[in-house]
DNA sequence: ATGGCGGCTCGCAGCCGA
């Protein structure tokens, strides 16, 4: 089983490129996040006459996220039950061949003294409370997506401000949290190059310079561990003509 | 690295992302 997920910054304008990789990697679910487009906006046709099922949950202009898939999502639930009244369109899951799978966009949180940052923490607590219930329900369960976190020193290039935002020890602690559930990074289960990012910024050439921060994750269960045969970041796609800034990230399950 | 890019909007400037 393949499973990849994709922050693609506008599923309007990056469609092309979405149609082409899952044409050329055949996953079995992509999940998709900052849509940027409502449910009566997606592309659902035309991702349809190429095969694939979309389970959408979709917002004008901010988030939004999706499954993409070969077979129908089962049991779909959308938004984080602890946040009921949050209009933020980030968080969609569902079942494929037994597998839970979430396709999550993580709040950005800006800076520490932020508003947005006291919401970013309010979310992973919701998100975690949610997960620990999740995963009790489905024990083979992955959770994957845009985290806005840099788990490690190592995911971060060395220009990056310590302390600051995406590698801050709030959010960090928030991410190991999420591994004391039962999850691991999928990422780091394997050997990969030093330097290792899954976003880089338009400006300032970062990615020809590979400048950038890994905070696309797939975090999977201790269930399916055993079955986790590799997970390698896809830059190719980064590099075509008016990219997404992030770059897909796939799991292959055995 | 703090801007520079690129997406969005009852748009033509400002917000947001990371």
Redesign the pocket.
Known sequence: MKIATW?V??L???LPHVLDWLAAQQPDVLCL??L??DNAAFPAAELASAGWHAAVNGQ???NGVALLSRQRAEDVQADLPGMSDDPQKRLIAATFGGVRIISA???????LDSD?FAYKMDWLKALEDWLRAELARHPRLVLAG?F?IAPTDADA?E???PG???VSAPERAAFARLLDLGLQDAFRLFAQPEKSWS?W????G?FRRN???R?DHLLVSDALRPSCTACTIDRPPRALE?PS??APVVLELA
């Not at 966009?105 to 800076?111: D, E, H, L, M, R």
């Open positions: 922050n910054n506008s309007k304008v990056r996040q900052e940027k487009c004008k202009t901010y966009y993580f709040p950005n949180g800006q800076a947005k845009d806005n290039h220009s990056w401000p600051t935002i995406h976003w910024d338009y400006r300032m970062a400048i950038g921060l905070i008016r800034d992030h």
